[in-house]
């Protein structure tokens, strides 16, 4: 079977959360934006009627359709083995999923901080308030917990002795923060050396080495949700 996958295709946004693991398992999926087009992508939210997606990703699988990133991949760790088999550690990482949907959220919101369908530059000023805040608070208290969470088991993996989706997503996390802050990265990685070391053994990874080398990881970019504006980045 090869799954479908909604989102829009000019930026890796929340679909990467989804399209990492399916790469790093080597799973088949279709990205079907990518093929047809953003508009297709609308055409086919606006057709469907019942149980609805709020808004993309979402994917077609098994003739349902499955929305929010830790909804999803919360499926595709139990079908496919991308999470433990313990519940106490499936539980975990759905639970660090989670939080970092939280993280994801914030970060959208230091270049929103007023108005998400306004432009960045109508908010400029509230979003150089908004990423000092940021920075200064709020990122390092992401960063640890995730760092404890990166020691919290004796293997190289956030739980068990196998990569999860939730270690991909940490990845992505790390990768993110430091296309959007990289003077602020910069100054403070080495604080969270277990949390660094997971991003590079999550590179590492076959799959996702041959997919960050492929023309289907889409490059970081201004219309994302990790944006680079040199004025909201600093190293404090």
């Given at each position: 079977?090869?799954?479908?996958?909604?989102?829009?295709?000019?930026?890796?946004?929340?679909?990467?959360?989804?399209?990492?693991?399916?790469?790093?398992?080597?799973?088949?999926?279709?990205?079907?934006?990518?093929?047809?087009g953003?508009?297709?992508?609308?055409?086919?939210?606006?057709?469907?009627?019942?149980r609805?997606?709020?808004?993309?990703?979402?994917?077609?699988?098994?003739?349902?359709?499955?929305?929010?990133?830790?909804?999803?991949l919360?499926?595709?760790?139990?079908?496919?083995?991308?999470a433990p088999?313990?519940?106490?550690?499936?539980?975990?990482?759905?639970?660090?999923?989670?939080?970092?949907?939280?993280?994801?959220?914030?970060?959208?919101?230091?270049h929103?901080?007023?108005?998400?369908?306004?432009?960045?530059?109508?908010?400029a000023?509230?979003?150089?308030?908004?990423?000092?805040?940021?920075?200064?608070?709020?990122?390092p208290?992401?960063?640890?917990?995730?760092?404890?969470?990166?020691?919290?088991?004796?293997?190289?993996?956030l739980?068990?002795?196998?990569?999860?989706?939730?270690?991909?997503?940490?990845?992505?996390?790390?990768?993110g923060l430091?296309y959007?802050?990289?003077?602020?990265?910069?100054?403070?990685?080495q604080?969270?050396p277990?949390?660094?070391?997971?991003?590079?053994r999550?590179?590492?990874?076959?799959?996702?080495?041959?997919?960050?080398?492929?023309?289907?990881?889409?490059?970081?970019?201004?219309?994302?949700?990790?944006?680079?504006?040199?004025?909201?980045?600093?190293?404090?």
């Amino acid at each position: 079977m090869t799954y479908r996958l909604w989102y829009w295709p000019d930026l890796q946004g929340r679909g990467e959360f989804i399209r990492l693991p399916l790469e790093a398992a080597g799973i088949a999926y279709e990205d079907c934006a990518r093929d047809a087009g953003a508009e297709a992508l609308v055409e086919d939210m606006e057709a469907r009627t019942g149980r609805v997606p709020f808004a993309p990703p979402y994917l077609e699988a098994d003739g349902i359709i499955i929305a929010q990133v830790a909804n999803i991949l919360l499926y595709l760790g139990e079908r496919h083995g991308l999470a433990p088999s313990a519940l106490a550690d499936r539980l975990w990482i759905n639970q660090l999923q989670l939080t970092i949907a939280d993280l994801v959220a914030e970060v959208h919101n230091v270049h929103h901080p007023v108005d998400m369908m306004a432009y960045y530059d109508e908010q400029a000023s509230e979003a150089a308030r908004a990423a000092a805040q940021f920075r200064a608070e709020r990122l390092p208290k992401f960063l640890a917990h995730f760092e404890a969470a990166a020691g919290a088991n004796t293997g190289d993996w956030l739980a068990g002795d196998r990569w999860s989706y939730a270690d991909t997503s940490l990845f992505q996390v790390v990768a993110g923060l430091r296309y959007m802050f990289p003077r602020r990265m910069a100054a403070i990685e080495q604080d969270y050396p277990r949390l660094i070391a997971l991003h590079d053994r999550v590179a590492a990874l076959p799959g996702i080495a041959a997919y960050l080398a492929s023309d289907r990881r889409i490059a970081f970019n201004e219309d994302g949700i990790f944006r680079h504006y040199p004025e909201l980045d600093d190293d404090a």
